[in-house]
T-cell receptor, first 111, second 116 residues
Framework: DQQVKQNSPSLSVQEGRISILNCDYT??????FLWYKKYPAEGPTFLIS?????DKNEDGRFTVFLNKSAKHLSLHIVPSQPGDSAVYFC??????????FGQGTELSVKP | GAVVSQHPSRVICKSGTSVKIECRSL??????MFWYRQFPKQSLMLMAT?????????EQGVEKDKFLINHASLTLSTLTVTSAHPEDSSFYIC????????????FGNGTRLTVT
């Protein structure tokens, strides 16, 4: 049962344009979401999070939007840079601090 | 920021041998550490939750006798893959949760295990 889903395995964007990575969830009890960035052969690095009491959180080039009624969140990166090329995971915490991850979306930003 | 160190970063072993992976929180105390496994092009799957001074809690389908977890101190947890087989080849990642219980979790850099 995949409670956190990222249906796009890959995304290719031109440098300077906007990257939009999507994530859907099924459990309405989730009240906090995180986005992680991961390079090959490295552990995930925390990027940005959002609480369910908000519908938007912004940090520099990164903005996360949350639509609770649709059980959907998205990560916007603008402007996209080649260094943003990585795999992005959305995640939701379960009790005890366990994180449930989506399948990941591999972003490729082309110069 | 908080740092989690994982060692070794990669290991190759022969089938039937055991491999130990260490996870240390370097600048904070971690009451809870989590062990994940990632197969190529797949998500990070939680294997077990390691609590300092108590037995680990394993996720469904994870063999506790095969993946031995020890959390002897507030800064160190170890995962031992016993009698490794080629299907155990994977990328193993630990994460640590501070005493404050704050999210986000901090992750180690992972260990690439190859069993030949």
């Amino acid at each position: 049962d995949q409670q956190v889903k990222q249906n796009s395995p890959s995304l290719s964007v031109q440098e300077g344009r906007i990257s939009i990575l999507n994530c859907d969830y099924t459990n309405s009890m989730f009240d906090y979401f995180l986005w992680y960035k991961k390079y090959p052969a490295e552990g995930p690095t925390f990027l940005i999070s959002i609480s369910s009491i908000k519908d938007k959180n912004e940090d520099g080039r990164f903005t996360v939007f949350l639509n609770k009624s649709a059980k959907h969140l998205s990560l916007h990166i603008v402007p996209s840079q080649p260094g943003d090329s990585a795999v992005y995971f959305c995640a939701a915490p379960r009790w005890g601090g366990k994180l449930i991850f989506g399948q990941g979306t591999e972003l490729s930003v082309k110069p | 920021g908080a740092v989690v160190s994982q060692h070794p970063s990669r290991v190759i072993c022969k089938s039937g041998t055991s491999v130990k992976i260490e996870c240390r929180s370097l600048d904070f105390q971690a009451t809870t550490m989590f062990w994940y496994r990632q197969f190529p092009k797949q998500s990070l799957m939680l294997m077990a939750t390691s609590n300092e001074g108590s037995k680990a809690t394993y996720e469904q389908g994870v063999e506790k006798d095969k993946f031995l977890i020890n959390h002897a101190s507030l800064t160190l947890s170890t995962l031992t893959v016993t009698s490794a087989h080629p299907e155990d080849s994977s990328f193993y990642i630990c994460s640590a949760r501070a005493l404050t219980g704050a999210t986000p979790l901090h992750f180690g850099n992972g260990t690439r295990l190859t069993v030949t």
